[in-house]
């Protein structure tokens, strides 16, 4: 009897386990999307190399990586398609050198966030900001990139003056006798 009953906490224990693991697949999934489009789309925007690569792991590197270019060092100093090359590299070096499944998220978290202080800074034209910006992506597991991404997509999209809600134009007004009932006129969307 006592064997049975081990053997369903285990079996509990092995349920829960794989619930959670599913839960946070689906968070990470989540999160790479959101982030793989936002970054799109600020790559697109800014005209940068290979945008496409925002959507493969160390492909954000390279695409974030070109907008230290004029943020973080001198405009010109560096080939913005060098430098997303050279942190597309360390980004791989630094991620097969982790000894373990935790080493390696934590690694790869790491340089995502030093990546992204290119683009902290080209939202926030604040180099100190940037940075704690940065450190606040490790201490939220990458969600403050997705916060600041969809923000500054937004400040460029009010840039070239492409919002992102598009407004209908607005009609006449109906012009009729005052006493008649017009229920499209009247129609509260």
Known sequence: MIHIEIFGLFAGLVAIGIIVLIFIAALGLIKWLLQG??????????????????????GTFYVAGQEFDGNVFQKGSFNPKHLGLIFAITGLVVYFLGLSIGDIAISYLLMESIIFIGLFNAYTRNMGVAILLAILN??????AAIVVLFLYHRKLSKTFNDPVVREE??????RGPVDTDDVDQHRNI
């Open 37 to 58: 489009y936002f970054l799109f789309r600020i790559a697109e925007r800014k005209n940068l190399d290979i945008p496409l690569l925002s959507f493969v792991p160390f």
């Open 138 to 143: 490790v201490l939220t597991a990458g969600i």
């Open 169 to 174: 134009p607005v009609s006449e007004p109906h």
